[in-house]
């Protein structure tokens, strides 16, 4: 699939625009950062799979990239 081919950087830059989202101490913490062409095409594939609780916990494992380390 051609959105596979730039995964690793997508997702790399992803993280680090995110950085900047995080809230100070006591606010939130970012569990998870998804590129959004993965994003979408998650989302066409199967609508509303972000809301399932199941498909996320499946997808993080399946791509432990995603997952924020603090």
Do not use: I
């Amino acid at each position: 699939m051609h959105e596979k081919k730039n995964y690793e950087a997508r997702q790399e830059q992803a993280r680090k625009s995110a950085k900047s989202l995080e809230g100070g101490k006591g606010d939130f913490r970012l569990a998870r950062v998804t590129d959004l062409t993965t994003y979408m095409r998650h989302q066409q594939e199967r609508p509303g799979c972000w809301g399932d609780k199941g498909f996320v916990k499946d997808f993080e494992k399946s791509n432990p990239e995603v997952k924020v380390k603090h």
